[in-house]
Every structure is written in C-alpha cells, then in structure tokens.
C-alpha cells in the first residue's frame, strides 16, 4: 500500500468510514509547487551520543541547518562542508533573530529548494516552539517532518541519577515552564502542588525561588525533596539536591548557571543512592584523541 492510501473499514456501530494510513517517515508532508523541505529535528538534551540515527541521516544530507543555541557543536559539526550553517540562538531577553523572523527564515530557504534542518535541543515538540514553526509552514505550503529528540526532562534526570517516575514514589510526571510567553511565572499552583507527583520545571533558574515558595504555599511540605541540574548530560553537568526550603539558597551559592532543569518530588530522595554520571571523566572522554588514545592502551 502507498504512504497515505486510503482504506474502507468498518467502525462497531457498523458504519462504514474511511481510514489513512502513513508510513512513518517516508515523504515529508507534501505540497505541490515546492522543491525544498523543512525537517524539525530534536538534537537531544546536550550529550552528542544521544542523537537519534534519523537526526544524523537528516543533518548529513542538509542543504542548510538553522539551529538554536542549546545544540551541543559536535552535533552541528556533523554537517557537509557545504551546509549552510544559521544561528538563530535565544537567551533570556536577548534573541539573534524574532520567533517570527525564524519562521519565515524557514519558508524562504524551503522556496530556495533546499533541504532544511531546524535544529532544535531535545524535543521539538516540548517547549521548543516547535509547533510554532509548522503552522508557519503549514500555513505557506511547506512540506515539513518531524524528527523527535531525547528530551531535556528524560535525558538531564537520566543522567542526575533521578527517575521521573516510581511505583513507591510518584505516579505522575508534569512538564512546566518556568517562563510564560508573558514573562511571569502565573503556573497553576493548585495542580502542581500534588503529593505523589514528580514537577519537572524547564527555564526555571530565574524563578526557583518563586517556585519553591508557591508550591509551599499551595500544600507541599517544606522538607519536599527538590532539585536543579545544570547543564545536563554534559560535562558540566552539576547536581544541587536539597528541599524546597533550602533550594533556592543552595543553588545561588553554587553559582549555576543555564541551562537549568529543577525537578520536585519524592523521587529525588533516589538520586544520592542512583546517581552514576561522572562529569570529569566524560570531560576526559571528549578530549580530542581521547578515544584514539583509548583505542591505542586497549590494543
């Protein structure tokens, strides 16, 4: 059967109805009058070996790559020669191009006939506005593809020693921002403040101390195990475990910096007990001719 072929079933109140079937990955959406085509890929939450093998096929065979700040450079690195290589970067309150302006970056460069790779950290699809961008797409008839990527939520608790979920702990897992489109930190608090429930926080660094008094103030107790990972999954990752009462004080003396994942709940009493990543030696790892000196003491 073709991608997107059309097939007559039947539903259980017996009436008839039609039934597409796509085959993941094969075409882009497709629109007539367009050579060019955009593929919206996740690089992963920082740790280049965490990169999909559909996202390296998808960067080696690039005509240009527009990629954010968060995108480890070995990642963009694995381009061709030849790709053209755009930076579109964010950092609080300081952007290298408009949200708007990145869209319509896509359109113009899919127009051109090229194969064009958004690049984007960890998901896409998880506050990475990468929804955003294909409505943009969709809206000027550009045929687009998804490529999803290891998340910064799995990959940075992953590598923090810490499950997101546990049968003796949590039962639940929410993703929130720690900054609104707005600016503010208005989250429902309500919802959050939920026993049972890990609180994973993306962008949170500027807020946390907002956030852990909110949640307080909402129900959770005080001595609610809490904590904030820098840079995860990298060489500079750092681990700061304390409570929601201590947090805050704990994280400003140890200086941190973005990017920042905070994660709340019972979960976090496991990462002392769990914690495996070491980041000096995956600093040593990375060294270049790490691996051919590696290579050359086990021959």
């Known amino acids: 059967m073709e991608d997107g072929a059309a097939q007559r079933g039947t539903g259980a109140d017996g009436v008839f109805g039609e039934i597409r079937v796509f085959v993941p990955g094969a075409h882009p959406r497709k629109s007539a009058g367009n050579s060019g085509s955009v593929a919206l890929v996740g690089a ?12 390296l096929r ?11 700040r968060l995108v480890a ?3 963009v690195a694995l381009a061709r020669p030849r790709t053209q290589l755009i930076y579109v970067g964010k950092e609080r309150n300081r952007h290298t191009l408009p949200q708007d302006g990145i869209s319509a970056l896509l359109v113009r460069l899919a127009r051109e006939g090229k194969r ?4 984007k950290g960890g998901d896409p699809f998880i506050f990475g506005r990468g929804g955003e961008e294909l409505e943009t797409l969709a809206d000027n008839g550009i045929p687009f593809e998804v490529v999803p990527g290891v998340s910064a939520a799995n990959g940075v608790a992953a590598y923090a020693g810490i499950p997101l979920t546990h049968r003796d702990h949590a039962q639940v897992c929410v993703f929130v921002t720690g900054h609104l489109k707005d600016g503010t930190m208005d989250l429902d608090w309500d919802a959050l403040a939920c026993p049972r429930q890990t609180i994973v926080v993306y962008m949170g660094l500027q807020g946390l101390a907002t956030l852990c008094r909110e949640l307080v103030a909402h129900g959770l107790r005080a001595t609610t195990p809490a904590a904030i990972v820098q840079q995860g999954t990298t060489a500079q990752q750092r681990v700061v475990v304390a409570t929601l009462a201590t947090l805050p004080e704990h ?6 910096v973005p990017p920042t994942l905070i ?4 979960v976090v009493r496991l990462q002392a007990k769990l914690s495996w990543f070491e980041p000096a030696a995956e600093h040593a790892r990375s060294r270049p001719g790490a691996r051919h000196e590696d290579s050359t003491r086990a021959g």
């Open 44 to 55: 992963g939450p920082g740790d280049p070996e965490l990169l999909t093998l559909r996202a």
């Open 58 to 68: 998808m960067i080696e065979r690039a005509d240009a790559i527009v990629y954010d």
């Open 73 to 75: 450079p070995e990642i």
């Open 116 to 119: 064009v790779v958004r690049l």
């Open 251 to 256: 994280a400003k003396a140890a200086a941190l």
């Open 263 to 266: 994660i709340v709940g019972e």
